[in-house]
């Protein structure tokens, strides 16, 4: 078949749609294809050409080879906050796939399973709490849990300080990755005091003066090798950190799966009555139906050729994740939440993308989607379990705020009578 030349791939009337973006924030790749009926479309974001472009096919093309890199394809206060500079995210090739192996030996089922029973003794405290008849924010409240279970799963130490101090940290890192300007300058500044921690734990554990028991995850981390050496303080420590906030981060699904509880009552009945069969649709929903990341960005190693058209190398290729997983040609009624429409269905690699997609073992994929998957159900399962109600408060959620969450951080308090 002839390709055919870029000019034909239609372009945002605005030459740059930063505001656009930044307006519509995850509907507004969505939104654009389907004014300009496309599945791909050119604009400029920050003054720097761009391709954006959605649904399965979009993601096989991201995720199905190593045709993309992501050096030099997300904003540096996003990376920064984020994956940063050095980590998997950032290699390519055997580099990559030698630290994807250190990911995916310190995510295997057993390491979940305890990391899972882990936060079940953690919750018990905050099931007390409602029960005794306070309300609570369930945002701080998981944030808060969160980071005491992963730093316990890791084997490192969570003293009610150390866990104040990572739980701010860690939160502020996601909370701020969408932003530019003070806060973001804030939480980078903030990042620096983790990565320190991350640094001295990684050094504490290699001269034996911090000895977790030998499995744990930051021994596996602090232990792993490539070409036969360690990797350094500074690299391993920001990879330390890449265990520990996307952790802390799943406390936004967790927050809107307790709100699709509320909405959706008979789930939270099933759920209670004991019937745990379709506790994995329902988590697989709420990843798929709440907004997370919105996109992400790669940039071509090579030129290559899709719908026709030949992309030079070093194109700036954007996927939106949101609108893939509300594609309506993969998703019926994408717009509905219900869990049902994972009953029988397996995902495939591509149509379900919050996380990244492709192959587990290689690419980018998300090697956390399992343990995500997992916590989900676990807080699903107690929350069920606990006698709750949310008392009246705002419960709506901008799209145009990345990554979203309801405003009111969803307090739950006990039902009266
Ligand atoms: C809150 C839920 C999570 C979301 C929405 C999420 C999202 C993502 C996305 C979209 C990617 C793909 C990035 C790309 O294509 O470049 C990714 C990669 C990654 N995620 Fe997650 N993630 C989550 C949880 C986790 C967890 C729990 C962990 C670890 C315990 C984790 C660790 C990583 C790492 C290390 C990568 C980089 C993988 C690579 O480049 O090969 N994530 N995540």
Known sequence: MATKDLSGIPRTTLPD????????????ISSTCDRLRTDVFRTRLLLRPAFCVRGADAA???YGSDLFTRQGAMPGTVVHL??????VQMLDGQEHADRKRMFLALLEPGLIDAFTSTLAEVWDARADRIAAGETIELYSE????????ALRWLGLPATQNQVGLRTQELAAMVDHAGTVGPRNAWARWIRRRSERWAGRMIDM?????????????????????????????EVAAVELLNIVRPIVAVSRFIVFAALALWQNPQWKKEFAGGDLSRLQPFAQEVRRYYPFFPLIGGRSRRPFTWRGYRFPEDSWVLLDLYGTNH????WADPDAFRPERFVDREPTPYDLVPQGGGPFDSGHRCPGERLTIATVETMVRLLSHTDHTLPAQDLTYTMASMPALPRSGLLISRTHG
Not at 213 to 229: C, D, K, W
Request: hydrophobic share 35%; charged share 25%.
């Open 205 to 233: 554990i290699r001269a034996d003066v911090l000895r977790p028991r030998p499995g744990t995850p930051a021994v596996l981390i602090a232990e792993h090798t490539e070409n036969g050496r360690p990797l350094d303080t």
């Open 82 to 87: 984020l994956q940063d500079f050095g980590s």
């Open 327 to 330: 594609d309506p040609r993969s």
């Open 60 to 62: 096989e093309l991201f």
């Open 17 to 28: 749609t930063s505001l656009s973006l930044l307006r519509e924030g995850y509907v507004f």
């Open 142 to 149: 998981t944030n808060r849990m969160l980071t005491e279970a």
